[in-house]
């Protein structure tokens, strides 16, 4: 079970084309500014089954899938679980926004095992000081955008290139 603000179907906001993004209930970080400050506390959301997300995601033949929140890293075994059952019944790439860093993941069992499954990771935690509405898929110029897959292999953070101009 995971708990869950909402979910949101063919989103164009949270990563390249249609996504579904599922909003995370609970984030510790408590970011000033942050757009979402209702998914702060945990017992806001809505438990949902693992199973009951996945349906949902599969029933969308064409989008993408958004894990962000929250913070979906407050919740590592369950998205865990729904990451690697999209991954082993799609081609769906996935997006993970969270207010960590990559290097702190890492250092997380729990976490870095959900990394395995994540495509492209948005991190950082949102700074309203370095807020800038130009950037692609970020509020803050602090957030990176990493290529998850590239950087565990070359084992080091590697940056996402965006090829494209929107």
Known sequence: MLSIIDIIEDTTVDGPGFRTAIYAAGCPNAC???????????????QIS????????????????????GDPMFQP????????AIKEKS???????????????????????????????VDGKFKQA??????????????????????LKANKTVLLELNYDL
């Not at 000033?32 to 809505?46: F, L, M, Q, R």
């Not at 693992?50 to 929140?69: M, Q, R, Y």
């Open 32 to 46: 000033p500014g942050c757009h979402n400050p209702e998914s702060w506390d945990i017992k806001k959301g809505k």
């Open 77 to 84: 075994e369950g998205f865990t679980k729904l990451a690697q």
């Open 130 to 151: 370095l807020r800038d509405e130009s950037l692609l898929f970020r509020g803050s110029s602090n957030q990176r955008l990493i290529d998850v897959k590239a950087s």
């Open 50 to 69: 693992t199973e009951e997300i996945l349906t949902k995601v599969l029933a969308d033949d064409f989008a993408n899938v958004t894990f962000s929140g």
């Open 91 to 121: 081609r769906k790439n996935i997006w993970c926004y969270t207010g960590y860093t990559f290097e702190r993941l890492l250092d997380n069992p729990k976490q870095a095992e959900l990394l395995k499954y994540i495509d492209v990771l």
